[in-house]
């Protein structure tokens, strides 16, 4: 590149030293001769030369002409330096905030109103997102994946929208019930919690995997995987469950099975309570999980060739200028 740049240079000036030649050999050709090919004489011309005047007039004519060329010049190699496209460096290392969340759902008919709430936050919370992958999993007797992990907001915005309203029980077959009827019993959460692992994507990738998991673990009916087999997985796969219990500390056995599960795989169980709020328990799981990972370094070269516009702008626009009033 830098080779480039002054080879484009050395032709600029060669422009200039070939133009410079031509031009004195024109103006060498056109001065008036006699008809016997000698020079015209003017009479009584070193009278003239000795005016004040007309010394004055040829020493502006002289550096007018001097300016003429040295503005030519120096446009020539502006632009020559302009064609040359110098460019500029910049190393980046690009980081990587490295967090996937999968936001696993039970929505059996008592957590709904839990259910809408962690939508809703997690709706405010995609502007402030920065390279974080989203996903959602549903499940009540049987577990539907709404969305895979994507960083593709917009579109997580509308399927959080669209299955936050089907709380409303506008229509008839709500949204939320679409395939997650198909087994026996409601809330299984270890089937749920295990579809909730198995959607995490490039297991070889370094990436911050977290489930929140929303249930009052109110079991009815017989699951494929328990939530013990459930969570060790997540763990044997690098998954932390961040479990959101409203009914956390009603039973007390229930409470710490999942918490137990939870902090099984690195993760920890909340109740939420008057004091507490889904917002404050993913604001904590934010906390935990902003592990930022640093790409490999690359260099960019881009363009500049900003300061040689504006010399040759100036250069050509002052060109212009002196040769008109050489002109005059």
């Known amino acids: 590149m830098a080779l480039a740049f002054w080879w484009m240079l050395l032709v600029a000036a060669g422009v200039v030293v070939v133009a410079v030649g031509i031009g004195l050999l024109l103006g060498l050709r056109g001065r008036p001769r006699t008809a016997a090919g000698e020079r015209a004489r003017i009479a009584r011309a070193e ?44 190393t980046i290392q690009p980081v990587n905030t490295s967090r996937d969340i999968m936001l696993c759902l039970d929505v059996s008919g008592s957590m709904s109103e839990v259910d809408v709430e962690v939508l809703s936050v997690f709706e405010e919370l995609l502007e402030s997102f920065k390279g974080e992958r989203i996903g959602l999993t549903i499940f009540n007797s049987s577990p539907v994946q709404i969305f895979p992990l994507t960083d593709d907001y917009p579109f997580v915005q509308e399927h959080l929208q669209s299955i936050r309203e089907s709380f409303d029980y506008v229509d008839e077959i709500p949204e939320h019930w679409v395939g997650t009827l198909n087994g026996d019993g409601a809330s299984l959460i270890g089937d749920g919690l295990a579809a909730c692992t198995m959607a995490f994507d490039h297991p070889d990738d370094e990436r911050s995997r977290s489930i929140i998991f929303a249930t009052d673990n109110e079991v009815n009916g017989a699951s494929i995987v328990t939530l013990e087999e459930a969570a060790g997985y997540a763990k044997s796969v690098g998954v932390r469950v961040f479990a959101l219990n409203p009914v956390q500390g009603k039973d007390a056995d229930v409470s710490a099975q999942l918490a137990a599960a939870a902090e099984t795989t690195g993760g920890a169980a909340y109740g939420l309570r008057d004091t507490t709020t889904v917002g404050d328990i993913v604001a904590e799981v934010q906390k935990q999980e902003a592990t930022e990972l640093k790409g490999q370094a690359r260099v960019v070269w881009s363009d500049n060739p900003n300061l040689w516009i504006v010399v040759l702008m100036i250069a050509m626009l002052s060109f212009v200028v002196v040769l008109w009033r050489v002109k005059l």
């Open 47 to 90: 009278r003239l030369r000795a005016l004040p005047t007309f010394r004055s007039a040829l020493r502006r004519r002289v550096l007018a002409l001097t300016g003429i060329l040295a503005l030519g010049a120096v446009a020539t190699m502006a632009a020559g330096a302009v064609a040359a496209r110098p460019q500029t460096s910049q």
